[in-house]
């Protein structure tokens, strides 16, 4: 089955993994509802180009991932504009690195609200549609450390961690309704985030930028290079495709080999 009509929502997808998701996904004529944070007419001009570009119907939802309510109105409004929602990905999320003493208490409540419990309520508001339908995809962007642990990241580690349970959950819970729910698990990408992330690091661990690069981000990485937004966008595509309809409550690893260590 192509893909052609298909109904996607893609969160914190106003820049980097995100919105190379959007990009491949409306390559294969999904239409889009973009959703994240970021200037009101840079995203104007981001839906413009990208229903031109690629021949789709695209919206935006400026829902806050942080608000329950707010979410579920995500996706009814999605159901409401293009009659269904098919394809879910729950890609928002931040970082905050601190070590664990003195993690300020708000940034854990933030990055836990932003990359855990947002896939919750979006997982709850769309399955009901999907179920109805016998058809769904559900992916979740996850990280290596997922898997993996990296000091001073105790709230993105417990948070992409839970998140890849979350998903083996829910998997199991949709199973015989055609639909699948899925993580994908990229190390370092060269994104907006990232970037980031790299002055609390050099903080952290007293490093200069270039140390914070080569010692700690591709340290663990043993091809040595950033994985691109576009490699991950191209394995959710793949998850959405039939080939992958075997595949549930999976987490695909694009790591450079970092958790083969
Ligand atoms: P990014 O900062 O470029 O994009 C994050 C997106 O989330 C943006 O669109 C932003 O507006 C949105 N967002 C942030 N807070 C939000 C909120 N409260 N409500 C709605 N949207 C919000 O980052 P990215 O690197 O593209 O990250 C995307 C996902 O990939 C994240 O879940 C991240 O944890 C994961 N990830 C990134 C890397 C990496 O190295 N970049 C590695 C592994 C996993």
New binding site residues.
């Given amino acids: 089955m192509s893909l052609q009509s298909k109904n996607a929502v893609i969160?914190?997808?106003?820049?980097?993994?995100?919105l190379a998701m959007a990009r491949a996904l409306a390559k294969e004529g999904v239409n889009i509802t973009l959703?994240?944070?970021?200037d009101a007419g840079a995203i104007a001009k981001l839906t413009d180009a990208l229903a031109s570009e690629f021949g789709v119907k695209v919206r935006y939802s400026p829902?806050?991932?942080?608000d329950g309510e707010a979410i579920a109105a995500m996706i009814h409004e999605a159901e409401a504009a293009f009659g269904s929602v098919d394809i879910l990905i729950n890609?928002?999320?931040?970082?905050h690195v601190a070590p664990v003493e003195s993690f300020p208490v708000a940034e854990w409540d933030k990055v836990i609200g932003?990359?855990l419990n947002a896939a919750f309520h979006a997982m709850r508001a769309v399955i009901p549609g999907m179920k109805a339908r016998g058809w769904g995809r559900i992916i979740s962007?996850?990280?290596?450390h997922s898997l993996t642990a990296s000091a001073f990241k105790s709230a993105y580690v417990a948070a992409?961690h839970g998140l890849t349970g979350l998903s083996k959950a829910v998997a199991l819970e949709v199973a015989t309704h055609g639909i699948t729910v899925n993580c994908i698990?990229?190390?370092?990408?060269w994104?907006?985030?990232?970037e980031?992330q790299i002055p609390d690091t050099m903080a952290a661990r007293n490093m200069t930028r270039e140390q914070v690069i080569n010692e700690v981000m591709l340290e663990r990485q043993p091809t040595k290079q950033f994985v691109t937004?576009e490699q991950v966008a191209a394995s959710a595509v793949f998850l959405c495709s039939d080939a992958a309809c075997q595949m549930t409550g999976s987490n695909l690893v694009i790591d450079g080999g970092w958790t083969a260590q």
């Fill in positions: 969160t914190g997808s106003t820049s980097g993994i995100g959703n994240g944070l970021g829902a806050n991932m942080l890609n928002a999320g931040i970082q932003i990359n962007t996850a990280s290596a992409k698990s990229p190390a370092y990408v994104t907006p985030l990232v980031a937004p």
